[in-house]
């Protein structure tokens, strides 16, 4: 999928599916339910979906959020032409951006939540330092930063290869999700590796099923 020479009408058939593959393993509802709609019921706010691809998890908190009637901007936010152009027709109430986070930086915006879905492991060393850098620059005081990925494991491998293997053939054909998938959990990080290579102020969290979350809560102007 990283490819730019990747063909077009697979990436756009991956990108059809993600919503089901992230609504089994990256259980955003929950945290919807946890950090973002408790913090959406004391004011409107402003996400910020980085390395967004086709958009679903900003459509579903964006779905979720008018559902309670709750004031939430979401922006999803990709360097990825192909994926902003692809997501940009799917509308949903979100505001879909072609940029580098350093750019947002530049530009002096900020929100109060800041995420990624399955980003991480494919950012190299340097990339993840400005990424988390640019994360904290973007967010406001009392906000939110989560970066949710997949925890490396033998159990995260052989769970998502046998679990994928019956839709291989049909609901998941001429799409990049299990080939793609297999390779991201290989080069995923361990909590171990990641709290090793992060910066002070950032916390690595688990959950089933293999879930990592690399959250940093930055302080509120008064405290």
Excluded at 35 to 59: C, E, N, Y
Excluded at 64 to 92: F, K, N, P, Q
Excluded at 145 to 171: E, K, Q
Aim: glycine letters at 8%.
């Amino acid at each position: 999928m990283d490819d730019p020479d990747a063909d077009l009408r697979m990436l756009e058939r991956t990108y059809e599916r993600f919503p089901l593959i992230n609504a089994v393993v990256s259980r955003w509802r929950a945290v919807y339910r946890q950090d973002i709609r408790p913090l959406a019921r004391k004011r409107p706010i402003r996400i910020l979906d980085v390395g967004a691809g086709g958009g679903d998890v900003s459509r579903a908190l964006a779905d979720w959020s008018r559902r309670d009637g709750l004031a939430v901007e979401v922006t999803a936010l990709d360097a990825d032409a192909r994926a902003i152009g692809w997501a940009r027709g799917r509308g949903g109430g979100v505001q879909y951006r072609c940029a580098y986070t350093s750019e947002l930086v530049d530009a002096g915006e900020t929100f109060d939540i800041v995420i990624s879905n399955h980003l991480l492991h494919h950012l190299s060393g340097e990339e993840l330092s400005a990424v988390l850098r640019d994360s904290v620059a973007l967010t406001s005081a009392g906000g939110l930063v989560m970066h949710r990925d997949i925890a490396r494991s033998r159990f995260a491998y052989l769970g998502f290869a046998v679990g994928t293997l019956p839709f291989a053939r049909n609901l998941l054909a001429g799409s990049f999700i299990r080939a793609d998938g297999l390779t991201s959990i290989r080069r995923a990080y361990t909590p171990a590796e990641l709290s090793a290579v992060v910066p002070s102020g950032w916390r690595v969290r688990t959950a089933l099923p293999a879930r990592i979350e690399l959250r940093y809560e930055v302080a509120d102007a008064g405290s």
